[in-house]
């Protein structure tokens, strides 16, 4: 006799997105552009462009992103990128990380979902050797605090 119990919704998990799941981190920062009212300033091609420039950042080790999934989805994100440019390449450090695309799910705020993400952007940057990162906010995020 078979018993029809219900299944249980998966852990909430912490996770690396894959090269495949861009689309997904392209989403996440156009809703965040959207939001910030940033939408009326991207150019026309600004997916294919970001999508080719985070490609091109996941399989040389210099991008990532990382995401909150909660019954399978992800519901919030936040990306990382190594930089060298000036003036941080004329210090010792010579780069350092650029936090970006923190995005949480309206429905899904005030639970540490975008602090869980920042985090872990910053563990990744830690084991790459760098030690120092930048991160701007939003208007709207720096109220959240």
Same mark, same amino acid.
């Given at each position: 006799?078979k018993?029809?119990?219900?299944?249980?919704?998966?852990?909430?998990?912490?996770?690396q *997105?894959?090269? &495949?799941?861009?689309?997904?981190?392209l989403?996440f920062? !156009?809703?965040?552009?959207?939001e910030s /009212?940033?939408?009326p *300033?991207?150019a &026309?091609?600004?997916?294919?462009l970001?999508?080719?420039? !985070?490609a091109?950042?996941y399989r040389a /080790?210099t991008?990532?992103?990382f995401?909150w999934?909660?019954n399978?989805?992800?519901?919030?994100t936040?990306g990382?990128m190594i930089?060298?440019?000036f003036?941080?390449n004329?210090l010792?450090?010579?780069?350092?990380?650029?936090?970006?695309?923190v995005y949480?799910?309206?429905?899904?705020?005030r639970r540490?979902?975008a602090r869980?993400?920042?985090e872990e952007t910053l563990?990744?940057?830690?084991?790459?050797?760098?030690v120092f990162?930048r991160?701007v906010?939003?208007?709207?995020a720096k109220?959240a605090?």
């Open positions: 006799m018993t029809d119990t219900p299944q249980a919704s998966p852990a909430p998990q912490l996770t *997105l894959t090269e &495949a799941e861009l689309p997904l981190a989403d920062r !156009y809703r965040m552009m959207e /009212g940033m939408v *300033l991207l &026309a091609d600004w997916r294919e970001t999508h080719a420039l !985070y091109e950042g /080790g991008i990532a992103h995401g999934r909660e399978g989805e992800i519901v919030a936040a990382v930089r060298d440019d003036p941080v004329t010792k450090p010579r780069r350092y990380g650029w936090i970006m695309d949480v799910l309206p429905e899904h705020r540490g979902h869980r993400v920042v563990a990744w940057l830690r084991a790459k050797g760098v990162a991160l906010a939003s208007e709207q109220q605090r």
